[in-house]
Structure formats: structure tokens, C-alpha cells
């Protein structure tokens, strides 16, 4: 991990105004800003780690907690919502045992909900690993996550 982030350091200078692209490289690395790349990034660029944790923090693109290796990402734009996103959005969270923003205990999957991916005429939708679902209902969601984990358990 510290070959990465000083990498990444390496291609910029200690000017501050560099702060956001670092961060935003160092994500795209490591998935998300760790404690260590923090106080990394935080003495590199000369700042305090509450000030880069007080950048970041600003951004929703930031993310401070280990992604799961899946992401699952539940549409409640309206045209998914009318068309019963909640439910979706409810069953994953049964099936996963987590809520949005969460990864569950096994680091296999993180969920998050968006306003909208731009496929309205499938709703309602969900994203697994950058895979659009389309027509989602919760019966759906639980073939499709226990297919995912069989797919999965029979490949190791």
C-alpha cells in the first residue's frame, strides 16, 4: 500500500492545491482512503490529517471504509421507484443483512443506492459489479445474489 501512495505522490508536487487530485488518485488505487494513505497524503502535502480528512469528507466521492469486492447499487430514481425500487432496495438489504453505505461482515459486498442510473425504461433497476438488472422484483434479487455466490463457492 505505501509503494502505492507514494507513487502516487510522486507525480505531483507538495502544492495544496494538488490535494484533491492525490486523493482522488489514491482512491482510484486503493478503493478508498485508508487511516495510513490519509497521514500519508497529510505529511506529504505539509497539512494536518483532520484538514485532509476535513477535504475529503466535503466530497461524496470519498470513500473511508474497505469497499466489498461486489457492489451492489439499488436504483431510487422515480421511475424506479414507482415501479417498486424500495422493495428491492429492502430485499437486498434482508439478503445481505446490510444497509446502504455498509459492506458486509465477509468484505464480499457493499451497498449503495443512487438517484438514478439512466435506464429508466428497465425499472426498476439495480447494478451489480457495473452489470445493469433490469425488471428487478425481490424474487429476482435473491436468484440473482445466490447464483452470484454459487458462481462464486464453485470456482474455488
Do not use: W
Not at 506529504?44 to 469486492?69: C, H, L, M, W
Not at 442510473?117 to 424474487?139: F, K
Amino acid at each position: 500500500m505505501a509503494t502505492t501512495i507514494s507513487s502516487v505522490l510522486n507525480q505531483h508536487s507538495r502544492d495544496r492545491r494538488n490535494l484533491i487530485p492525490i486523493l482522488q488518485k489514491v482512491q482510484e488505487k486503493e478503493k478508498y482512503l485508508s487511516p495510513a494513505s490519509i497521514s500519508e497524503i497529510s505529511g506529504y502535502v505539509g497539512i494536518s490529517e483532520n484538514d485532509v480528512y476535513s477535504v475529503a469528507s466535503f466530497y461524496s466521492q470519498f470513500r473511508f471504509t474497505k469497499p466489498g469486492e461486489h457492489t451492489v447499487k439499488v436504483c431510487l430514481g422515480t421511475a424506479c421507484h414507482v415501479r417498486g425500487g424500495a422493495r428491492v432496495l429492502e430485499t437486498v438489504e434482508r439478503e445481505l443483512k446490510i444497509k446502504p453505505g455498509e459492506t458486509t461482515a465477509d468484505g464480499k459486498y457493499s451497498l449503495e443506492t443512487v438517484a438514478c442510473i439512466g435506464a429508466c425504461a428497465l425499472a426498476p433497476t439495480m447494478v451489480l459489479d457495473n452489470e445493469v438488472q433490469r425488471s428487478m422484483t425481490p424474487q429476482k434479487v435473491v436468484d440473482l445474489l445466490k447464483s452470484r455466490n454459487k458462481a462464486e463457492n464453485d470456482a474455488k
